[in-house]
Antibody, heavy 120, light 111 residues
Framework: QSTLRESGPTLVKPTQTLTLTCSFS??????????VGWIRQAPGQALEWLAL???????RYSPSLKTRLTITQDNSKNEVVLTMANMAPVDTATYYC????????????WGMGTAVTVSS | QSALTQPPSASGSPGQSVTISCTGT?????????VSWYQQHPGKAPKLVIY???KRAAGVPDRFSGSKSGTTASLTISGLQTEDEADYFC???????????FGGGTKLTVL
């Protein structure tokens, strides 16, 4: 059974950098066609894709957030880390990590999500 | 890239059918057969229902079906059941730069 679990701070201050870790099990990010990505959902809002990393270490970012995001993987630990710089209150959301399938990029396994509030 | 357009709400009675639309452009829905649908119950993570326009995810009953015409994709749920009451989001591949785009979501009420 494939699972993903997000971890990180629940509260960050404006202008700080958010670091979220996705720990996964039951699959390998070395497997062709597999990607791990981050998606967020602000309260009462739609889902928003942020970033993803493919099995071959190719990385993709949302064009609107590209300058603030960095995604990396540590295959020895089965972890994917997302950093988002210069956080603002509008970034308050639940952040999900998920497994995506190339090339359609459908998300077949979701983490439970972690709520992040940006406030001073 | 703008979000895909979904109706904010839909409803139906148990046993009826309901169709939820998802409208995009030729750069996303109309350009690829890579539309997915997700079901989200309150306080829960989304769950994959349909992928690649019409393929059902594992364990999803055949009451759920997907289709696409031009720049509009649709999710049809037949034989509505009370547990189908949830939010439904569509998504589409949008090319190698924009990658993945979601719809605004549709709240389905089973009356």
């Amino acid at each position: 059974q494939s699972t993903l679990r997000e971890s990180g701070p629940t509260l960050v201050k404006p202008t700080q950098t958010l670091t979220l870790t996705c720990s996964f099990s039951g699959f390998s990010l070395n497997t062709s066609g597999v990607g791990v990505g981050w998606i967020r959902q602000a309260p009462g809002q739609a889902l928003e894709w942020l970033a993803l990393i493919y099995w071959d270490d190719d990385k993709r970012y949302s064009p609107s957030l590209k300058t603030r995001l960095t995604i990396t993987q540590d295959n020895s630990k089965n972890e994917v880390v997302l950093t988002m710089a210069n956080m603002a209150p509008v970034d308050t959301a639940t952040y999900y990590c998920a497994r995506l399938r190339w090339p359609a990029l459908h998300i077949d396994v979701w983490g439970m999500g972690t709520a992040v509030t940006v406030s001073s | 890239q703008s979000a895909l357009t979904q109706p904010p709400s839909a409803s139906g009675s148990p046993g009826q059918s309901v169709t939820i639309s998802c409208t995009g452009t030729t750069n996303d829905v109309g350009g690829y057969f890579y539309v997915s649908w997700y079901q989200q119950h309150p306080g829960k993570a989304p769950k994959l229902v349909i992928y690649e326009v019409r393929k059902r995810a594992a364990g999803v009953p055949d009451r759920f079906s997907g289709s696409k015409s031009g720049t509009t994709a649709s999710l049809t749920i037949s034989g509505l059941q009370t547990e189908d009451e949830a939010d439904y989001f569509c998504s589409s591949y949008a090319g190698k730069d924009s990658m993945l785009i979601f719809g605004g979501g549709t709240k389905l009420t089973v009356l």
